[in-house]
């Protein structure tokens, strides 16, 4: 399922013999530190994430957005291609207006769609 993994941009090193080694842009599977008892089954809107590797790839995706899902889409694989970049984020500009909903950029590689009633905060939280 495509929600059951967090793509990982850093490495993870083990000492020699104790494992393979990670490789960046690997998917780490993290649902083992969920409570078993506790399903997103009830819940009223998921975070889906989706891998747009061209233009068409778009209308796959963006249903998720119209049936009150958060979207977060990486568009690595077609950020070489200014024009389907382009188009990508145009759809989705539209998608978001479409339902009234928020889209925000997240570093070079992910755009946050949501339906109504979420907003993306664009200042990051400094600890310091």
């Given at each position: 399922m495509i929600g059951d993994f967090i793509k990982k941009k850093t490495h993870f090193k083990k000492k020699k013999g104790q494992g393979p080694e990670l490789e960046s842009e690997e998917y780490v599977d993290l649902t083992h530190?969920?409570?078993?008892?506790?399903?997103?089954?009830?819940?009223?809107?998921?975070?889906?994430?989706?891998?747009?590797?061209?233009?068409?790839?778009?209308?796959d995706v963006t249903e998720e957005v119209y049936d009150g899902n958060i979207l977060?889409?990486?568009?690595?694989?077609?950020?070489?291609?200014?024009?389907?970049?382009?188009?990508?984020?145009?759809?989705?500009?539209a998608v978001a207006s479409d339902v009234s909903g928020d889209i925000a950029g997240i570093g070079n590689d992910f755009l946050a769609v949501t339906p109504e009633g979420i907003a993306i905060d664009r200042e990051k939280i400094k600890p310091f």
């Open positions: 530190l969920a409570d078993e008892e506790e399903g997103f089954s009830e819940a009223d809107t998921l975070i889906k994430i989706a891998e747009i590797h061209r233009f068409e790839d778009v209308r977060l889409v990486d568009t690595e694989a077609i950020a070489g291609n200014e024009d389907a970049l382009e188009r990508v984020q145009s759809e989705l500009k």
